[in-house]
């Protein structure tokens, strides 16, 4: 705990007291020195949990429609992004469509053939639940 190797503020009391003002003045900036890299810590912590909460939530809206992947959100379902781009990196690739059914990933370069797009949909039972994915 980090609390066993900061200077406790009755040994500073302590110092100045005897007139070691030096020794106070060191075990404060010493002090000083591990708040602000406590503060950098929490910062970088904070910036973690953000990113893994964002990565929850958009791994909870996903939908597994063979042959591709869709993000739900409401009553809406967004796509359909690439399977193997979701699959192998966990990346939301749009596919790009031709108008005739056929739809291209222009990242990894894949192929979907499959039914007419549309964005109204019902939340059912085939819903992307798994979290494991990311460890929890």
């Known amino acids: 705990m980090i609390s066993n190797f900061l200077p406790r ?4 009391t302590e ?7 030096l020794e106070a003045q060191q075990k404060i900036l010493e002090l ?3 708040v602000l ?22 791994h909870e809206e996903i939908l597994w429609e063979s042959p591709n992947y869709w993000r739900v959100q409401g009553e809406n379902k967004i796509g ?4 193997h781009c979701y699959d192998t990196s966990k990346t939301l690739v749009r596919l790009q469509g031709n108008g005739e059914d056929w739809w291209e990933c ?24 798994d979290v494991s994915d990311f460890g929890f």
């Open 15 to 21: 110092l100045v007291k005897k007139g070691a003002t």
């Open 9 to 12: 503020f009755g040994e500073i």
């Open 37 to 58: 890299e406590i503060q950098q810590e929490n910062i970088f912590l904070k910036e973690k949990v953000s990113k893994l909460e964002e990565s929850l939530k958009t």
């Open 106 to 129: 222009k990242s990894c370069k894949n192929t979907y053939g499959h039914a007419p797009y549309s964005s109204s949909f019902v939340v059912g039972p085939s819903r992307n639940s």
């Open 32 to 34: 000083q020195a591990t």
């Open 80 to 83: 359909p992004y690439c399977q």
